[in-house]
């Protein structure tokens, strides 16, 4: 069973760097795309981005500027940095493992995700 | 950028038959999935590929689409449904760039 596991700080400053960590057991981090999505309190989801194990990466536009994806395959991890954050920022933050069916109608999807980690963003 | 509109709240009583509906210029084009949240938890996948059930999933749950609305069914809904459902796709641009849309709060009651 894949389980996925989100660490990093709960409490970033205004303008710093928001950091963090998904470790993935139970799997090998080849192969999939492995996503970053988050939520913010009491609002809907909103999807990061991702990045192959290769190491490509796809990031939302709207934050693309402020975002880092990375991958490290000898550690069964992959990492998130979110540059300049702001109190929109505070979210908690899902790490997910992400598929691409193969079939041209089928988006790439979500099928295993982490507990979630909350970020708050204050001075 | 691309949307996916979802009403925001759908109330039935126990054991009545709960739609929410996902909208999305895309639909035609693209798979819609659904993500069932309940509180404190992370999602969970409750219909891919718009009408296929994953393991475990009770068959109460089932799904549907046409033109570019897809439509989530609860069938005798129970208690235990209430929670809040996102539906997810992409764009049909081939950019890859997920989608969820805005939520539906279930209330079973």
């Known amino acids: 069973q894949v389980q996925l596991q989100e660490s990093g700080p709960g409490l970033v400053k205004p303008s710093e760097t928001l950091s963090l960590t998904c470790t993935v057991s139970?799997?090998?981090?080849?192969?999939?795309?492995w996503s970053w999505i988050r939520q913010p309190p009491g609002k809907g989801l909103e999807w990061i981005g991702y990045i192959y194990y290769s190491g490509s990466t796809n990031y939302n536009p709207s934050l693309k500027s402020r975002v880092t994806i990375s991958v490290d395959t000898s550690k069964n991890q992959f990492s998130l940095k979110l540059s300049s954050v702001t109190a929109a920022d505070t979210a908690v933050y899902y790490c997910a493992r992400g598929i691409f069916p193969g079939n041209p109608l089928s988006p790439y999807y979500f099928d295993y995700w982490g507990q979630g980690t909350l970020v708050t963003v204050s001075s | 950028s691309y949307e996916l509109t979802q009403p925001p709240s759908v109330s039935v009583s126990p054991g009545q038959t709960a739609r929410i509906t996902c909208s999305g210029d895309a639909l035609p084009k693209k798979y819609a999935y659904w993500y069932q949240q309940k509180s404190g938890q992370a999602p969970v996948l409750v219909i891919y590929e718009d009408s296929k059930r994953p393991s475990g999933i009770p068959e109460r749950f089932s799904g549907s689409s046409s033109g570019t609305m897809a439509t989530l069914t609860i069938s005798g809904a129970q208690v235990e449904d209430e929670a809040d459902y996102y539906c997810y796709s992409t764009d049909s641009s081939g950019n890859h760039r997920g989608v969820f849309g805005g939520g539906t709060k279930l209330t079973v009651l």
């Open positions: 139970g799997g090998s981090i080849s192969s999939y795309y």
